[in-house]
């Protein structure tokens, strides 16, 4: 049964603090996305990778907010310093391309809270 | 304008009745459509892609997609109570691989 696996589930942590959030894509699936999603804004795209490559981290914000792909297994999201706008749930998507496009499989996600 | 807008309901349906969910996009470039399926807690599931003018069936749901328009469409037959969500319509914008979220629509679906 493939599917995406993200580490951790949850996370609670204090202002100021260091988050690390891992994405396990789908075997042979070459792409991977990071979204986050509020209520207020619903789901954004904060980077994607093509090939263990950043390709767009134009949604991420870049002064506190790091992305990597440092192997075909493993992305990371990462925030330093933390911040409460920063709760939200951040999911991890796996990319299959279809010849047109690439259709977006998504993990359970990682619900954080910083307070 | 929205690049992706959606009706946010809830769409009430009585059990056994025919859902329609609709969505509009801005960019007249896109090619690729997708609706995805999202419970309360849990993470967005694919149900259909689309990509051709007309319509694509798979089960009860139908997709249907109007370019001239700009207007992509999801029925779902026979709705079921278990299908109370909130659905997301999902366009890939900007000529890349970028998925852009419409803000979803509450389906209820009620005995």
Known sequence: ?115 | QKEVEQNSGPLSVPEGAIASLNCTYSDRGSQSFFWYRQYSGKSPELIMSIYSNGDKEDGRFTAQLNKASQYVSLLIRDSQPSDSATYLCAVVTGGGNKLTFGTGTQLKVEL
């Open chain 1, 1 to 115: 049964d493939a599917r995406v696996t993200q580490t951790p589930r949850h996370k609670v942590t204090e202002m100021g603090q260091e988050v690390t959030m891992r994405c396990q894509p789908i075997l042979g699936h070459n792409t991977v996305f990071w979204y986050r999603q509020t209520m207020m804004q619903g789901l954004e795209l904060l980077a994607y990778f093509r090939n263990r490559a950043p390709l767009d981290d134009s949604g991420m914000p870049k002064d506190r907010f790091s992305a990597e792909m440092p192997d075909a297994t493993l992305a990371t999201l990462k925030i330093q310093p933390s911040e409460p706008r920063d709760s939200a749930v951040y999911f991890c998507a796996s990319g299959d391309w279809t010849g047109y496009s690439y259709e977006q499989y998504f993990g359970p996600g990682t619900r954080l809270t910083v307070t």
